[in-house]
């Protein structure tokens, strides 16, 4: 992707820091799906921030089964 076309890109984007409250929040998540492990970790720490964004949320992937798994359904999930 060339730089101009991926700056764009960021520029739609809100992008979050990781903090313990989502970390927390990621391993609810886990736990209420019964999944574990490094396959699904990053999947969680996404839903948990998308989870707390307010209105409308898109996130994009490129795993959409994990992640619909754990996103509310308010929270649409579509392929990269």
Do not use: N
């Amino acid at each position: 992707m060339p730089q101009a076309a991926f700056d764009h890109a960021v520029s739609l984007t809100k992008v979050r820091p990781v903090t313990e409250e989502i970390a927390r929040a990621a391993s609810r998540l886990l736990a209420a799906e019964g999944l574990h492990g490094h396959k699904y970790a990053i999947d969680a720490m996404l839903a948990a921030t998308a989870h707390l964004e307010h209105g409308d949320v898109t996130v994009i992937t490129s795993d959409t089964d994990g992640l619909r798994r754990l996103c509310h359904p308010r929270i649409a999930v579509e392929p990269i």
